[in-house]
């Protein structure tokens, strides 16, 4: 018989740093995707009675990643969660939030999915700019805009701020989502109010 001898460490390294690198992909934790809107956006239906021209929100750098950002309990420390990320970059997940909230409150359709209207149908253009979210430590969320609305094609601007908040309701990503989304729904309500009155009566900022 002949002897047995133990592998070369050469050649027993490289088989226990796959075996590390299996189990440690084995227990790493699943990437949880989220979005503001409560399923797939689908085409308005029936006529709208206005057409909003919703231009893509600005959001702040902090917060324009694919990761869901929060507020940590230290001031001026943002936590990002690498595990919880958006469906879609957030400015377009805030457009989308937005245009359903106007369109339930208003009829207000937003022109990239309407396929067509009549040429009476009033046309208006919204511009936003998302100046913050703090979603904790605390019990509420609050949300800052800066957003102007103006009837095509030459009516005066109607420019206004609006902070908005709502119970933030626990803790972690998903809580903090919930709350945006509830800001990003108000929000829009308030827009929804505003254009109101840019079909005859003189529009108005809400007041907080």
Request: hydrophobic share 45%.
């Amino acid at each position: 018989m002949r002897p047995t001898y133990p592998a070369p460490l050469s050649r027993i390294a490289p088989l226990l740093l796959t075996a590390l690198l299996a189990a440690a992909c084995g227990t790493s934790p699943a990437v949880r995707y989220h979005t503001l809107s409560s399923g797939v956006q689908a085409q308005p239906a029936g006529a709208p009675a206005m057409l909003v021209e919703i231009l893509p929100v600005r959001v702040p750098p902090a917060l324009d990643r694919p990761q869901v950002a929060m507020t940590g309990a230290t001031p001026g420390r943002l936590d990002l969660r690498e595990t919880d990320r958006w469906a879609a970059p957030l400015s377009e997940e805030v457009r989308h939030a937005l245009a359903s909230a106007l369109w339930r409150e208003r009829r207000a359709a937003d022109v990239s999915r309407v396929a067509s209207a009549g040429g009476s149908v009033p046309r208006l253009r919204l511009s936003m700019a998302l100046e913050s979210f703090d979603a904790g430590p605390g019990p509420q969320a609050t949300l800052a805009a800066l957003w102007s609305l103006r009837r095509l094609p030459d009516g005066a601007p109607l420019t206004c701020r609006s902070l908005v908040r709502a119970d933030l309701g626990g803790a972690g990503a998903d809580a903090a989502v919930a709350a945006l989304a509830r800001t990003v729904d108000r929000l829009g309500q308030e827009i929804a109010a505003a254009l109101g009155g840019m079909d005859g009566d003189p529009a108005r900022c809400p007041v907080d």
